[in-house]
Each structure stands twice: as structure tokens, then as C-alpha cells.
């Protein structure tokens, strides 16, 4: 059974950082590439960016609104993937989703993990 | 505001047939595949579709999906209770290189 189980989210301040984590089970993490999506209060889903797998580069992209603050790392011995978030906006305020595969397509997703910034 | 528009709601009677619409332009739907998704609070999301009716094992036939130019839909027949949920389409966008999605519709089983 695929499992994706983020962790980390929480209060913060304007400003903050924050790391969330995504632990998987269930596929061969090694090859895939991973993705995270949120989804703010009242708005529909928003791709936050993604990695490629270690034997494409390990590679990655970022929406444009989390550009330069952002920062998608993976760890393929703890089947991990990671979404260290800096100079935290109100705006970042949302449910984070962590996702196997890139592009328009997840095959499976976590149950996300609430990240709140306000002061 | 979401790139892809998908109307905020949706309802049916069981057994009925459903559509769900998502409304993109030629840089996302109109050039690439689109996928469907089932969203429930507090859980997480569930892929159903891809492209031309590529489901994962699980999903049952009664989930379809069409396109045409730069319009896509979800359609699900025989509607069961168990089917009340927010739908979201996605699909890749050449310009802003990377996957968009639209607002969501929630469908209501009355």
C-alpha cells in the first residue's frame, strides 16, 4: 500500500521558516520524482513545486509565488522529501500535499499537513 | 483565482449522470492531458483520471473524462451517495512550466 505522510506544519510568524516533512512507503522512492501542492482557505490547489528523482538530477522547479524562498530537498535513504519554507507570507497559509510523480498527474497523495502564518 | 475554471458547483440524483466542466486555454488544455482529481475534507486527494480515461486500479468505469480544444470534463454515471465530494481538474501549462488547477466543483448527491 502507498503511504505519503507529511509532518512539520504549525503557527508561525511572518518572516518564519518552517520545514515539512513527507515520509513515503510503498513505491520505489528512489525513482520517482515528487511534487508538493497547497491548497489556501476558499481557493482551489496550487503547485508549489517539484523534485526529480536522483537519477534525473534531482532537479527542481518552483511556482513562481514561493521562487527564492522555497527549497524542495530528498532524501532517498529515509524515503523522504522535504519543503524547507523561508520568509514566510500570510499568504503561504495553507494546506501543504505531498505527491508522488511530476506535472498535472499525482497518483497518490498525503493528507496534509496545515501551515498557518500570523502574527 | 485559479488558472483552469471549473463552475463551484455541481449536483445530482442517484443513478443520474453528472458533468463537471474545466475551462483552460491553449497553453494548458488545449496542448496537454488532463487529469481529475476527488478531494474530501481532511483527507487526502484522490487521482481518478489522466488524459483519455487512464484510471488507477480502483476507480470505477462509471468516471470518464473528454476533451475538446481547450475544454475538458468529468463525467460520472449511475451517481452514488458515496460520490459527493469536490472534483479538480489539473493540466500541465507550457508557459508557466508547470501544472495548473482549477477552483474545484463540489458535487452534492440530493
Known amino acids: 500500500e502507498v503511504q505519503l505522510v507529511e509532518s512539520g506544519g504549525g503557527l508561525i510568524e511572518p518572516g518564519g521558516s518552517l520545514r515539512l516533512s513527507c515520509v513515503t512507503s510503498g513505491f520505489t522512492f528512489t525513482n520517482a520524482w515528487m511534487s508538493w501542492v497547497r491548497r489556501a482557505p476558499g481557493k482551489g490547489l496550487e503547485w508549489v513545486g517539484r523534485i526529480k528523482s536522483e537519477s534525473d538530477g534531482a532537479t527542481t522547479a518552483y511556482a513562481a509565488p514561493v521562487k527564492g524562498r522555497f527549497t524542495i530537498l530528498r532524501d532517498d535513504s529515509k524515503n523522504t522529501v522535504y519543503l524547507q519554507m523561508n520568509s514566510l507570507k500570510i499568504e503561504d497559509t495553507a494546506v501543504y500535499f505531498c505527491?508522488?510523480?511530476?506535472?498535472?498527474?499525482?497518483?497518490?497523495w498525503g493528507q496534509g499537513a496545515l501551515v498557518t502564518v500570523s502574527s | 483565482q485559479s488558472v483552469l475554471t471549473q463552475p463551484p458547483s455541481a449536483s445530482g440524483t442517484p443513478g443520474q449522470r453528472v458533468t463537471i466542466s474545466c475551462s483552460g486555454s491553449s497553453s494548458n488544455i488545449g496542448s496537454n492531458a488532463v487529469s481529475w482529481y476527488q478531494l474530501l475534507p481532511g483527507m487526502a486527494p484522490k487521482f481518478l483520471i489522466y488524459g483519455n480515461n487512464d484510471r488507477p486500479s480502483g476507480v470505477p468505469d462509471r468516471f470518464s473524462a473528454s476533451k475538446s480544444g481547450t475544454s475538458a470534463s468529468l463525467a460520472i454515471s449511475e451517481l452514488q451517495s458515496e460520490d459527493e465530494a469536490e472534483y479538480s481538474c489539473a493540466a500541465w501549462d507550457d508557459s508557466l512550466q508547470g501544472p495548473v488547477f482549477g477552483g474545484g466543483t463540489w458535487l452534492t448527491v440530493l
Open positions: 505527491g508522488n510523480r511530476g506535472g498535472s498527474r499525482i497518483d497518490n
